[in-house]
């Protein structure tokens, strides 16, 4: 027979039986589709987490006061005051290494604030003018707190859009002052709205020099210090240097904890990674599933034939054109039902993607390659038993219908 | 139609389609063993992470300073609102139906003891906080009740740092010094093991005053209420919140209680248990579609056998369920073994990696099984209905 008249016979036998078809297709479909909707949702996650931390530059090292096995509660606050605190003497230390391009000194802290009778409370940040370009943030109205001696920075404040709008309302902000605890603050600059960044809503925050954030908090202690190194390469050596430094501020002890931001990014990406390819490993149970499903519809479409297989066998057909030919049947099936669901699983995202428009849902090339194959294989595989059973049919026995 | 020729007639059409009718129900087994056994992960790690949360008991109210309403920072962590002090803390003991009150502080700090010394956390206590925590203590004695400021350089030790700075040889009543302040140790804490990996035993407690001296700090971290088993959690907590309010004249705290958060926990993972078992389900739906299937061919299959029932008198309603029946024995054997397979494949991860916590309630195992039923009903119907549906002259001639 040739090529194109095995096709024809196929096409045949598929249409002929439209209802059993579309029932193999969808079956496919829906397992390659879900392989692919859930590694889309899985990569997206992973690539969004991580190019929100890359965004804010891999040259990041974090410094935190305290030592790492106490701190391994992923609790910030859990580790209270050490015996030495990080402060601003020991920021500004570093930066004497020439490995580090700027050092930023934070504190966090939650600051009740006033003006004109309205109160409200936003968690608060101190920190000093290298901040904003450090967070990437924008402003959209005013300055930034102002560059110069840390320790002598005025009682100035840079606000959240949010908290503008609550507090002053129609009134006009820059310029004016705000009562936060016990202390007046000059308004002298608006964030501009950015959505949240890494948990913080930058709406709702009020950034603050930090010396005078210290003063208001009470606190003598750094909550972390913000290092940025010069280049990829000179990281390890700000990391190195950053600890020599500090571990001779405090007296030959090191009792520090320093962070790499691309390490934290990739544990993320690690993480992330592995859950996508278990949530896709469970998705592709159901393939096995619609493999079950065509090896049985396979059987039955064998016995149901086999006075045509008798009748194709009596006329000379090899037993190996009999195997292509359900071989092709099952294969074909299994291939346009993975086409069908690539594009059903493509179709899912552009639905789910209007649910999260920051996020752009594409699935990861290895999925788009794996789950068809994955399919169109199982469709072979399961395949390959009726097609024996129908090859191996004596001719006479199947041509009487027995 | 007798009942037991009824079933005759059922199982005769499974056996004689065996191949065809377990490949049918290992499409829904799978499915089912799919699910059975994401749940079973799933609600392993909902009990084990309630569990670890409860070991403290569930009777405790938690108050922070600070109020929190946008998640924003680590709330109450420092902060320009009023502080919690110690005096609030004593305050709260006129609480109705409150048993303990611990003044809560916690810092980062050396400890030494002769040559040995060991960086780890110190926690500011009142005395009764072994019993708020449903803690033991192994030797020795708890913290004294010394009321104030005027509290006494006693300290209680936890188990992993008395074996790191006293291997061998009495405790009780040795010196240590935490951040070179002496103290005098009156007690050992029995070993209570890590939670969500913050080692409880890696630690020494000492009074709340002391802790807040020493680390220079005016507000206390948080302090926990201990009330009575059988009060009302809300009533205690709206009576703690009262008398703050009355001392710092407005609400610039949060009152949490252990039962509010661990309903919130259970309702969190119980979530993401239904979200993998959907993740499962998809199978299970790959397999619906094959009983589907099936029927379908089946019927078509055996259009000269419903055409002699119908002739011989059988009524439409017979046929329907008599190919209902068939469905939904298929469905329930196939999900039956899927649940076999499934339990066993969960407690077979937990014995390969025993840190994995599996639970397989016996709720989610009715259910499994109640569905591939329902699901074998549900595909069924559509054939069946069609098999009801044949003229009996017409289906006759189709012999």
């Known amino acids: 027979m040739r090529t194109a008249d ?37 990569d997206s996650a992973r690539r969004y987490v991580t190019d929100e931390f890359r965004s804010l530059g891999t040259e990041l090292l974090i410094i935190t006061p305290g030592k790492s096995e106490t701190s391994g509660s992923g609790r910030p606050s859990f580790l209270g005051a050490t015996a030495r605190d990080l402060t601003l003497e020991d920021a500004n230390a570093l930066r004497r290494s020439s490995a580090i391009a700027a050092v930023v000194p934070m504190v966090v ?35 930034f707190l102002p560059k110069g001696d840390p320790e002598r920075a005025p009682a100035v404040i840079v606000i959240g859009e949010k908290i503008r709008k609550d507090l002053f309302g129609t009134e006009t902000a820059v310029g004016n002052f705000l009562r936060v605890g016990d202390r ?8 501009a709205t950015e959505g949240r960044s890494l948990g913080m809503d930058v709406d709702e925050l009020v950034i603050l020099p930090v010396a005078r954030a210290m003063e208001l908090f009470d606190i003598s202690g750094l909550y972390r210090i913000m290092v940025e190194a010069r280049s990829r390469d000179s990281l390890d050596r700000a990391a190195a240097e950053s600890t020599a430094i500090l571990r001779d501020r405090h007296q030959g002890e090191e009792d520090v904890t320093v962070i790499r931001q691309d390490a934290v990014v990739a544990t993320f990406d690690r993480v992330l990674s592995a859950l996508t390819y278990t949530v896709g490993g469970i998705a592709s149970i159901s393939l096995v599933v619609a493999g079950v499903l065509l090896m049985n519809v396979m ?54 993607g209007t649910y999260v428009p920051d996020v752009t849902l594409s699935p990861p090339l290895w999925s788009m390659i794996a789950a068809p194959t994955f399919a169109f294989l199982s469709g072979i595989i399961f395949g390959l038993m009726p097609a024996r059973r129908a090859a191996d049919l004596d001719p006479v026995d199947a041509l009487a219908g027995r | 139609m007798a009942t037991r020729d009824f079933l005759r007639l059922v199982l005769r059409s499974l056996l004689s389609h065996r191949l065809r009718g377990g490949l049918t129900a290992l499409g829904i087994g799978i499915g089912i063993a799919a699910v059975v056994m994401l749940t079973s992960l799933g609600s392993g790690v909902q009990k084990f992470m309630v569990e670890e949360f409860s070991q403290f008991g569930t009777t405790i109210i938690a108050i922070n300073p600070g109020r929190t309403h946008t998640s924003g920072g680590p709330a109450g962590l420092f902060g320009s609102t009023r502080p919690l002090t110690l005096e609030d803390a004593e305050a709260l003991k006129r609480v109705p139906h409150v048993i303990g009150v611990v003044p809560f502080v916690m810092g980062n700090a050396e400890v030494e003891a002769g040559t040995r010394q060991r960086r780890t956390a110190v926690h500011g206590v009142g005395s009764d906080f072994h019993t708020v925590f449903s803690m033991n203590i192994q030797i020795g004695q708890p913290l004294p009740d010394d009321s104030g400021s005027g509290a006494r350089p006693v300290a209680v030790l936890g188990s992993t740092l008395r074996k790191e700075l006293f291997p061998e040889g009495p405790v009780l009543g040795q010196r240590v010094r935490v951040a070179s302040e002496a103290y005098r140790v009156v007690g050992v804490m029995e070993s ?15 009074p709340t005053a002391r802790a807040l001296s020493l680390f ?31 001392r710092h004249g407005q609400a610039d705290f949060t009152v949490t209680s252990q039962e509010d958060m661990l309903k919130v926990l259970d309702g969190i993972m119980g979530v993401l248990t239904s979200a993998v078992a959907a993740l499962g389900g998809i199978s299970l739906f ?57 339990i066993g494949g969960a407690w077979l991860v937990h014995w390969v990696f025993p840190i994995v916590p599996v639970n397989t309630p016996w709720a989610y195992v009715f259910a499994a099984e109640l569905l591939s039923a329902v699901i074998g009903l549900a595909c069924g119907v559509l054939p069946a209905l069609r098999a009801a549906a044949l003229d009996p002259v017409v289906a006759l001639r189709a012999e």
């Open chain 1, 184 to 191: 007046r603050f000059r308004v002298i600059g608006i964030l």
């Open chain 2, 192 to 206: 209570k093991g890590q939670m969500l990996g913050f080692d409880f035993d890696d630690g020494i407690y000492i």
């Open chain 2, 216 to 246: 220079d700090k005016r507000g206390l971290m948080e302090i926990d209420l201990f009330y009575e088993e059988g009060a009302s959690a809300k009533e205690v907590a709206d009576a703690a919140e009262r008398i703050l309010v009355a």
């Open chain 1, 109 to 143: 802290g939650e600051a009740s604030m006033s003006h004109a009778g309205r109160i409200r409370q936003a968690p608060a940040v101190g920190a000093t003018s290298g901040l904003l370009e450090l967070r990437h943030w924008k402003l959209k109205q005013g300055k």
């Open chain 1, 299 to 352: 059987l039955v479409s064998v016995s149901q034939r086999t006075a045509e297989i008798g009748l194709l066998k009596a006329i000379g057909s090899s037993r190996r054109l009999i195997l292509t030919l359900f071989l092709l049947e099952s294969g074909g099936l299994a291939f346009l039902g993975a086409v069908l669901g690539v594009f059903l699983g493509l179709a899912m995202n552009e639905v789910l």
């Open chain 2, 286 to 342: 790959v397999g619906a579609v094959g009983i589907l299937t099936i029927m379908t061919i089946a019927v078509r299959e055996r259009q000269g056998e419903v055409g002699l029932l119908r002739a011989l008198g059988a009524s439409t309603q017979q046929v329907l369920l008599l190919f209902l029946a068939e469905a939904v024995v298929l469905s329930s054997l196939g999900g039956f073994a899927g649940l076999l397979v499934g």
């Open chain 1, 6 to 42: 095995s096709i024809g016979w196929v096409v045949r036998v598929l249409l002929r039986h439209r209802l059993r078809t579309l029932l193999l297709l969808l079956a496919v479909s829906v397992g390659v589709g879900a392989v692919i909707v859930l590694t889309s949702l899985g």
